[in-house]
DNA sequence: ATTAGAAGTGATAATGGTTATCATTCCCCA
DNA sequence: TGGGGAATGATAACCATTATCACTTCTAAT
């Protein structure tokens, strides 16, 4: 990322002062409300940009792209199969067992993605997930 | 899956006499290869209603969906972003962490995908992966 | 065997997230 | 201070996948 302009500076904003897993289109539609309208390509340039400068974080699920903030530990996702809400967990002693793993292939790791699909607390206690 | 016709088969042999990571496409150019041409609609539904059935397993690819056999114990998988290669590789007491996580958020799991990126051992090398 | 209805097929249109294109605007710095 | 690389925004294009629909095939009850 060669500029961090002011539409980049709104979505690192929107992101970063939220604990969500948000979308392009959902992004798009957050700054339209606010009065800070952007083309939705800019948007998708803007995440790229952002992610590639590690100033935010994604997880990729089956039909699209969510991004996240970046400045928090590393950790996996939990994605509800009902509900769609989305848990964060961390286990420190996956990540030694994928070195390992790797390691045993001559693999050099770049990155890894950890998605455990079921069913959220409240899902599962037929409570009702999302409302 | 409520009919294995000619057609689906035609899928199962193809991906249970292989050990490859197949997508639609490649399915439904081998099949036309082999004088088993199948229509691009009926080769999505075949490989849904044969993985609903558990006869073959997918992994959830960035782009695309990908299809192997289902007939070998579980593994997760290692992609290179250089030559796209796939490889497979075991870990259990990664299962049971994940068991551990999903419990300590009251989470039931149903399935899980863990991906591994990075450089094969042949790029990693230089020597050049897939030619 | 006959047949009604459920299931599957195949050609093709539609969907939806994402990327490419291109004219225009912005901004850094020589 | 102006040339050029970078970014923007509207929109077209892409592409994997799903929906539609007319037609065929299978199954089960009569």
Redesign the pocket.
Known sequence: ???L????QAILDLINTSNRHW???EISRALGDRGES?????V???L??LEDASLIASIQLA???RYERADKSHHDHMVCVECGAIEEFTQNRIEALQEDAAREKGFVITGHQLVIFGHCIRCASGSGGKQ
């Open positions: 990322m060669r500029r302009t002011v539409q980049r979308d392009a289109e952007i083309g939705i390509a800019t998708y340039r803007g790229a940009a039909d699209k792209k």
